[in-house]
T-cell receptor, first 115, second 107 residues
Framework: DSGVTQTPKHLITATGQRVTLRCSPRSGDLSVYWYQQSLDQGLQFLIQYYNGEERAKGNILERFSAQQFPDLHSELNLSSLELGDSALYFC??????????????FGEGSWLTVV | EDQVTQSPEALRLQEGESSSLNCSYTVSGLRGLFWYRQDPGKGPEFLFTLYSAGEEKEKERLKATLTKKESFLHITAPKPEDSATYLCAVGADKLIFGTGTRLQVFP
């Protein structure tokens, strides 16, 4: 158990809909990351927040957005869903920003299926 | 642009048959090389971080090594429970992952 908690574990929704994925980082971790893993793309970095502020952005679609709240939990919002958005979405956390010894721990993921 | 290439894509081993997985990388400046293990439908489980050429780390039957261009994950006398996909990544906050090596160990 990495200590990173994600909900829901599984989600099935229709095209055009909007969903919210939630992540609670490990106790004390200030950085939260979101990754997407699909069969044909592998693990892709989406976005990072540090202590409530957006820190880095990857190939995140404009239909997707995220935020980190004062209690450090984070939410990833996916809207106008398309079939191709079906994937495993991982949240990860680390204590601080990049430096030696900064290990990034992953949650168990949220399976999103768009039908 | 940072890139990570892992080989082989898949590896089948008999229990006890040692082998190595390769991770070749191209980065503008290495800030860390990470090895993770991922079981089907699960999140990546952290194994090792390496920071400089010549560095080695061990954990049970696994040993990770690092050179200036690649890293190896050596598996000594593997057991069926070592079956998983092994992922290599480089970076710091934004990790760039390889596509992984799917390892199957048969009794």
């Amino acid at each position: 158990d990495s200590g990173v908690t994600q909900t829901p574990k599984h989600l099935i929704t229709a095209t055009g809909q909007r969903v919210t994925l939630r992540c609670s980082p490990r106790s004390g971790d200030l950085s939260v990351y979101w990754y997407q893993q699909s069969l044909d793309q592998g693990l892709q970095f989406l976005i990072q927040y540090y202590n409530g502020e957006e820190r880095a952005k990857g190939n995140i679609l404009e239909r997707f957005s995220a935020q980190q709240f004062p209690d450090l939990h984070s939410e990833l919002n996916l809207s106008s869903l398309e079939l191709g958005d079906s994937a495993l979405y991982f949240c990860a956390s680390s204590p601080q920003l990049a430096r030696s010894g900064n290990t990034i721990y992953f949650g168990e993921g949220s399976w999103l299926t768009v039908v | 642009e940072d890139q990570v290439t892992q080989s082989p894509e898949a590896l089948r081993l008999q229990e006890g048959e040692s082998s190595s997985l390769n991770c070749s990388y191209t980065v503008s400046g290495l800030r860390g090389l990470f090895w993770y293990r991922q079981d089907p439908g699960k999140g990546p489980e952290f194994l090792f971080t390496l920071y400089s050429a010549g560095e080695e780390k061990e954990k049970e039957r696994l040993k990770a090594t690092l050179t200036k261009k690649e890293s190896f994950l050596h598996i000594t006398a593997p057991k069926p429970e070592d079956s998983a996909t092994y992922l290599c990544a480089v970076g710091a906050d934004k990790l760039i992952f390889g596509t992984g090596t799917r390892l199957q160990v048969f009794p």
